[in-house]
C-alpha cells in the first residue's frame, strides 16, 4: 500500500524558526549583546553594527543559508497545496493515477480501506456530479460489492457490502 502524504508546511516552519533562533543566539554570543537595553532603536542599531562587523565570508554563508532555507519554505508549501488538492475527506486519489482501472475500481478500492463514503465526498474527490457518483454506487451495490444506505437525515452513505 502507497504511504500517504501528508502537509509538512507547518513542520518545515517550525524548524525554520528554530534555526533562526539558533543564529540569532550565535551572533549576538560572538559579536556581543543589544548595546543599550532592549528597545526597538537598540535593536536596530545593534544588528547592523554586528552585521557590519562581521567577516565577508559569513555575511555570504548567512545569505546562502537563508536563500536555502526560503526555498525548502516555498517547496513545502506548493507540496502541501498538492497535497490538499488531491486529498478529499481522507481519500487520496493523486495516489491512485498510476493504477490501472476505472474510476469505479478505484472507488472500490477506497470503499475497501475507509468502509464506508459519503455520495458528496466521492464526487468531490473524482469531480464528478451527484448524480453520476450515485450511479457508480448504484453499480457497486448490484454488484454485491456495496450497500447504499439512506439516513433518515443527510445524505446517502456507500458502505462496503460484508459478505
Known amino acids: 500500500m502507497a504511504k500517504e502524504a501528508k502537509p509538512v508546511f507547518l513542520k518545515v516552519f517550525l524548524i525554520v524558526a528554530v534555526i533562526l533562533v539558533i543564529n540569532l543566539a550565535f551572533l549576538f554570543y560572538f559579536y556581543g549583546g543589544l548595546s543599550g537595553g532592549m528597545t526597538g532603536f537598540s535593536i536596530g542599531e545593534s544588528f547592523s553594527k554586528i552585521y557590519a562587523e562581521m567577516p565577508q565570508y559569513s555575511k555570504i554563508f548567512i545569505a546562502f543559508e537563508w536563500t536555502i532555507l526560503f526555498f525548502i ?5 506548493i507540496r502541501d497545496i498538492g497535497v490538499k488538492r488531491n486529498e478529499v475527506a481522507g481519500i487520496n486519489i493523486g495516489d491512485m493515477t498510476g493504477k490501472t482501472g476505472t474510476d469505479l475500481d478505484k472507488l ?6 475507509k ?8 464526487s468531490k474527490a473524482f469531480k464528478v456530479n451527484k448524480e453520476i457518483a ?5 453499480i457497486l451495490e448490484s454488484g454485491n460489492l456495496a450497500v447504499i444506505d439512506y439516513p433518515g437525515v443527510g445524505e446517502p452513505i456507500l458502505k462496503l457490502n460484508e459478505k
Not at 73 to 77: H, R, V, Y
Not at 108 to 113: D, V
Not at 116 to 122: E, P
Open 108 to 113: 472500490y478500492s477506497i470503499l475497501q480501506n
Open 134 to 138: 450515485m450511479g457508480w454506487c448504484k
Open 73 to 77: 519554505l516555498i517547496g513545502a508549501f
Open 115 to 122: 468502509n464506508q463514503v459519503r455520495i458528496s465526498t466521492i
